[in-house]
């Protein structure tokens, strides 16, 4: 055995005993290099990344073309630390269907919270609810700004009217770390609205997520349920 193999054995065990939440930054990356590199001084490694990306939760959102820039990252341990975020939504999202109802915008705003979790671009999803408030799909139904281009208005109808559904949330999140709601999303949220009301489909709320926080726009009077109607 190598003195490596001793210190990660060492590691490991302090994870068994301890958890992970007292270790440093380079501790914690350490312990997940250990799992895709068998035979390298991962120390340095972890080092490395921490100096070219700048934070342990960085290093792990990092595109895998930047991560294999770093000596001896290859394209196995990019695609690793790029599952880690991406298993975390996974088991978020999972935990979270449980909650089939969601009378309160906070449930609906708690519900939708791990569809965005490690993401870094904006995303649309559309919540579907029948007339209980039970949880009928959340799907995602956009990528890019929320505008007619990048949430075409037509696959929101068709999502909703193949879920059956009787209410609806909308909601993306703001990488840039800020809730608050552009006039593109105040504009897109009432010409949505329209659209879904013609359809006998009510849009309940527009909610932006932002890190680990969430906005309502009907919360904020940004946007009144009911009150935009087809034009005849």
Known sequence: MSVHDGHRDRLRQRFQDEGIDN????????????????????????????????SFAQVLD??????????????????FLNLIPAAG?????????????????????SFLLPFFKGRNQETVFLLCLDA????????????????????????????????????VVLAHNHPSGLALPSHEDIATTRRIAVALEAVEINLADHII??????????QSNYYRPGEYTVQV
């Open 132 to 167: 209980k408030c039970k949880v009928l799909c959340c799907q995602q139904v956009g990528e890019g700004s929320v505008n007619s281009a990048g949430v075409p208005v037509r696959r929101v109808v068709e999502t909703a009217l193949a879920a059956n559904a009787t209410t």
């Open 23 to 54: 270790f440093t930054d380079v501790q914690a990356l350490e312990l997940l290099l250990f799992y895709c590199i068998p035979r390298r001084d991962t120390n340095e490694l972890a080092h490395d990344l921490l100096n070219h990306f700048g």
């Open 62 to 79: 990092a595109k895998p073309e930047d991560l294999m820039r770093v000596g001896g990252i290859g394209a196995n341990a990019a695609l």
């Open 209 to 218: 997520v932002a890190d680990d926080d969430f906005v309502s726009l009907a």
């Open 89 to 109: 939504r996974f088991y978020d999202v999972d935990r979270v269907k449980n909650s089939k109802i969601l009378r309160t915008t906070d449930d609906c705003g």
